[in-house]
């Protein structure tokens, strides 16, 4: 499969953002699809992820109550709504897929799209 994020930009704290991430190729009930990001000098963490088949979320804790991943299976299409961003939300977004189920480690997922920047100034 190959993915294609969308929607990054400069926004101001307290503001909202939405990405996009257009999948092409199969994705399958059992297949999980996922939000990483990674500031400056920093890791890749996890963000967001959300069972294709099931629409079951999950998140890190630092983004609970404030972003929202969903999906359109028809469309094949992966979203991330980002509300009352701060500063250290600032980073390059990164959508991927895990065809093992694993939900939060960057080592289970096998396909990444090319990733799109979100900068939140204070």
């Known amino acids: 499969v190959q993915l294609q994020a969308s929607g990054g930009g400069l926004v101001q704290t307290g503001g909202s953002v939405r990405l996009s991430c257009a999948a092409s190729?199969?994705?399958?009930?059992?297949?999980?699809m996922g939000w990483f990001r990674q500031a400056p000098g920093k890791e890749r963490n996890f963000v967001a992820s959300?069972?294709?088949?099931?629409?079951?979320?999950y998140y890190h804790d630092s983004v609970k109550g404030r972003f929202t991943i969903s999906r359109e299976r028809a469309n094949k299409m992966l979203y991330l709504q980002m509300d009352n961003l701060e500063p250290d939300d600032t980073a390059v977004y990164y959508c991927?897929?895990?065809?093992?189920?694993?939900?939060?480690?960057?080592?289970?997922?096998?396909?990444w799209g090319q990733g799109t920047l979100v900068t939140v100034s204070s």
């Open positions: 991927a897929r895990s065809r093992n189920g694993g939900l939060r480690s960057a080592a289970d997922y096998s396909d």
């Open positions: 190729g199969s994705i399958f009930s059992s297949h999980v």
């Open positions: 959300i069972r294709w088949g099931s629409g079951n979320m």
